[in-house]
């Protein structure tokens, strides 16, 4: 079972069976390899990769298509893992990732070498999928606005898209779909934060330079979107 199965039946496992929720709007502890060669082994290969970065980015921007395809090769598939977190089904997890990668191209005259390409890269990805997360808000408050009386309630008549998930395991699956349902009922920017803080792992001071806010307000956005995140899970009985 892949990490990302693993982690998405842990929160199934939380969502319905822990007595004690509480710990949900803490920071997830990772436990981290400190072996001295392990850790020498990964620096090396991080460094041998950005420097391929560098130098694909570098020919890219001249014009030099090859070296394109290459950065897309590269790194498409963080690309997606990062995205499906964000994405509500499969088509709209392609656009994405696609979108991802033109935003790339027209942005990479504003790239500069002192700054870690694959960072650049995830931050566009991030926005990428904040803006889809507005999107989707938008039309779903449309959709939430009845043309006449004949049309159903909100949440009636329509089924909520299927979240997708990489893993093959049913119960993976399901726990990806209730999280992302949970989540949607959020603002557009609690949602990147929750998403990023505690499903991907980054710290504040990331996603403050990924959304350019100062770590303070970052802070309080996050204090004020696990309160929103705390009422709708009393209002699903989570508590």
């Given at each position: 079972?892949n990490?990302a199965?693993?982690e998405t039946?842990n929160?199934?496992?939380?969502?319905?069976?822990?007595p004690?929720?509480t710990h949900l709007?803490?920071?997830p502890v990772t436990?981290?390899?400190?072996?001295p060669?392990?850790t020498?082994?990964?620096?090396a290969?991080?460094?041998?990769?950005?420097?391929g970065?560098?130098?694909?980015?570098?020919?890219?921007?001249?014009?030099?298509a090859?070296?394109?395809?290459?950065l897309v090769m590269?790194?498409q598939d963080a690309v997606?893992?990062?995205?499906?977190r964000?994405?509500?089904n499969?088509a709209?997890?392609?656009?994405?990732?696609?979108?991802?990668?033109l935003?790339?191209?027209?942005?990479?005259?504003g790239?500069r070498?002192?700054?870690p390409f694959?960072h650049?890269l995830l931050?566009i990805a991030t926005?990428?999928g904040r803006?889809y997360?507005?999107?989707?808000?938008v039309?779903r408050?449309?959709?939430?606005?009845p043309d006449n009386?004949?049309?159903p309630?909100p949440g009636r008549?329509?089924?909520?898209p299927e979240?997708i998930?990489p893993?093959?395991?049913?119960?993976?699956?399901?726990?990806?779909?209730?999280?992302?349902?949970?989540?949607?009922?959020?603002?557009p920017?609690?949602?990147?934060l929750?998403?990023?803080?505690?499903?991907e792992s980054?710290?504040l001071?990331?996603?403050a330079?990924?959304?350019g806010?100062?770590?303070?307000a970052?802070?309080l956005?996050?204090?004020r979107a696990?309160?929103r995140?705390?009422?709708r899970l009393?209002?699903?009985?989570f508590?």
């Amino acid at each position: 079972m892949n990490h990302a199965a693993a982690e998405t039946q842990n929160l199934h496992a939380f969502f319905c069976h822990a007595p004690d929720r509480t710990h949900l709007f803490e920071r997830p502890v990772t436990r981290v390899n400190t072996n001295p060669a392990n850790t020498a082994a990964r620096t090396a290969a991080a460094a041998d990769n950005a420097a391929g970065d560098d130098a694909c980015a570098l020919r890219a921007r001249e014009g030099d298509a090859g070296a394109m395809e290459s950065l897309v090769m590269r790194h498409q598939d963080a690309v997606a893992r990062l995205l499906w977190r964000f994405a509500h089904n499969r088509a709209d997890l392609d656009d994405l990732v696609q979108e991802t990668f033109l935003r790339m191209v027209r942005g990479l005259g504003g790239w500069r070498s002192e700054q870690p390409f694959a960072h650049w890269l995830l931050r566009i990805a991030t926005n990428t999928g904040r803006d889809y997360f507005r999107r989707q808000s938008v039309r779903r408050r449309h959709m939430a606005e009845p043309d006449n009386a004949d049309d159903p309630p909100p949440g009636r008549g329509t089924a909520m898209p299927e979240a997708i998930d990489p893993a093959d395991n049913p119960a993976a699956r399901a726990a990806s779909s209730e999280v992302k349902e949970i989540l949607a009922g959020l603002p557009p920017d609690d949602r990147a934060l929750l998403t990023l803080y505690y499903l991907e792992s980054h710290s504040l001071a990331e996603i403050a330079a990924q959304f350019g806010w100062t770590v303070t307000a970052t802070k309080l956005r996050a204090w004020r979107a696990r309160g929103r995140l705390r009422a709708r899970l009393k209002e699903r009985a989570f508590f």
